[in-house]
């Protein structure tokens, strides 16, 4: 009994340790640059809200489609 129980508790460990190794994996491959971002309308900073990864480049390369016109945006750390 003690043996079938030694057992258990290796495998419990074990599965244990592959799934945190998972949930580290998937946390650090998702990560995405993200920052908040605003544009200027007439003096005034008008908040976008977070942008990442992708969608970050882009809106600060082409700007941001606001109606039919587009803004310049401006994002916070990069």
Known sequence: MNT???E??????????IAAAAVLTI???SCK????????DNGTEVEI?????????SAEAN?????DTVVTVHCEEH
Not at 49 to 57: A, F, K, N, V
């Open 4 to 6: 079938v129980l030694t």
């Open 8 to 17: 258990k508790n290796r495998k419990m460990k074990k599965v244990g340790f």
């Open 27 to 29: 946390s650090f491959a």
């Open 33 to 40: 640059k993200c920052h908040d971002c605003h544009y200027d």
């Open 49 to 57: 809200g977070e942008l990442c990864g992708d969608e970050l480049e």
């Open 63 to 67: 700007g941001w489609a606001l109606q």
